[in-house]
Nanobody, 126 residues
Framework: QVQLVESGGGWVQAGGSLRLSCAAS????????MGWFRQAPGKEREFVAA????????YYADSVKGRFSISRDKPTSTAYLQMNSLKPEDTAVYYC???????????????????WGQGTQVSVSS
């Protein structure tokens, strides 16, 4: 069982930056990936970024590529999402997710992840 706790959300002006954290507790042994998804009101949850834990390979949605950066800290089992040049359309609840045995072809899909955090609100004003 893995528990995920997100933090770092808040309110920021367009062009600003935020850094989200996702701390994992419980058993995180074995190969797994951690990802960030977001959901705006009235919209479906969408993929933002993901990282494979062991190798550190990263993957991004086209909408955030070049602005967001995902990273991980192995000793603390924490994944980070550095968000720069934020836009109003980035406003959403951001969810951290973790999955074991995630293959490349499914790393951007919700079904690949077994565990989800409670979400943290990111609001970007114009």
């Amino acid at each position: 069982q893995v528990q995920l706790v997100e933090s770092g959300g808040g309110w920021v002006q367009a062009g600003g930056s935020l850094r989200l954290s996702c701390a994992a507790s419980g058993s995180t042994s074995g190969a797994y990936a951690m990802g960030w998804f977001r959901q705006a009101p009235g919209k479906e949850r969408e993929f933002v970024a993901a990282i494979r834990w062991s190798g550190g390979h990263t993957y991004y949605a086209d909408s955030v590529k070049g602005r967001f950066s995902i990273s991980r800290d192995k000793p603390t089992s924490t994944a980070y999402l550095q968000m720069n040049s934020l836009k109003p359309e980035d406003t959403a609840v951001y969810y951290c997710a973790a999955g074991r045995g995630v293959i490349l072809s499914s790393i951007a899909t919700m079904s690949a992840y077994n565990y989800w955090g409670q979400g943290t609100q990111v609001s970007v004003s114009s």
